[in-house]
């Protein structure tokens, strides 16, 4: 898919390409922490408010959850090499699957998520095309990005 952002240039439109597997291989080359999820926002208000952050959103998906009792298989969605909110549905008992365009991502989520069974699936989010239904879809700032 191709953004296009920027000035144009001369009457002509500058395509840069900003989404898919390339631009997130080499984004996730480095990736070690939250570097993607938090980065942003722990650089300018700080690492503690990136997981004040993340705690308060969990604790709205918990009420939600509470509120739906039938949800059993989530799929998250960009999940980022922190795997945070991967731990939290983990934690609370939800079957997972994760997808991610970068097989570096999945990688490093695999290597924090330890033995897990958690199945991972390298695809687009724009193409998905999965084994399974689920009851939930999880994306938190996926689209940011």
């Given at each position: 898919?191709?953004?296009?952002?920027?000035?144009?240039?001369?009457?002509?439109?500058n395509?840069?390409?900003t989404?898919?597997?390339?631009?997130?291989?080499?984004?996730?080359?480095?990736?070690?922490?939250?570097?993607?999820?938090?980065?942003?926002?722990?650089w300018?208000?700080?690492?503690?408010?990136?997981?004040?952050?993340?705690?308060?959103?969990?604790?709205e998906?918990?009420?939600?959850?509470?509120?739906?009792?039938?949800i059993?298989?989530?799929?998250?969605?960009?999940?980022?090499?922190?795997?945070?909110?991967s731990?939290?549905?983990?934690?609370?008992?939800?079957?997972?699957?994760?997808?991610?365009?970068?097989?570096?991502?999945?990688?490093?989520?695999?290597?924090?998520?330890?033995?897990?069974?958690?199945?991972?699936?390298?695809?687009?989010?724009?193409?998905?095309?999965?084994?399974?239904?689920?009851?939930?879809?999880?994306?938190?700032?996926?689209?940011?990005?």
């Amino acid at each position: 898919m191709i953004k296009y952002g920027g000035d144009k240039e001369k009457g002509k439109e500058n395509p840069r390409k900003t989404w898919g597997k390339e631009i997130w291989e080499r984004k996730s080359k480095y990736q070690r922490g939250i570097t993607v999820s938090g980065g942003v926002v722990s650089w300018f208000k700080g690492r503690k408010k990136y997981f004040e952050n993340m705690k308060r959103i969990q604790e709205e998906v918990f009420n939600f959850l509470k509120k739906h009792k039938g949800i059993k298989d989530v799929l998250e969605i960009g999940p980022g090499p922190d795997v945070i909110n991967s731990r939290f549905f983990l934690n609370k008992g939800y079957n997972l699957d994760l997808v991610d365009c970068s097989s570096n991502t999945l990688r490093l989520a695999k290597e924090k998520l330890g033995n897990e069974k958690v199945r991972l699936y390298e695809q687009d989010m724009i193409d998905l095309n999965l084994p399974k239904k689920y009851d939930l879809i999880f994306i938190l700032g996926t689209f940011l990005h």
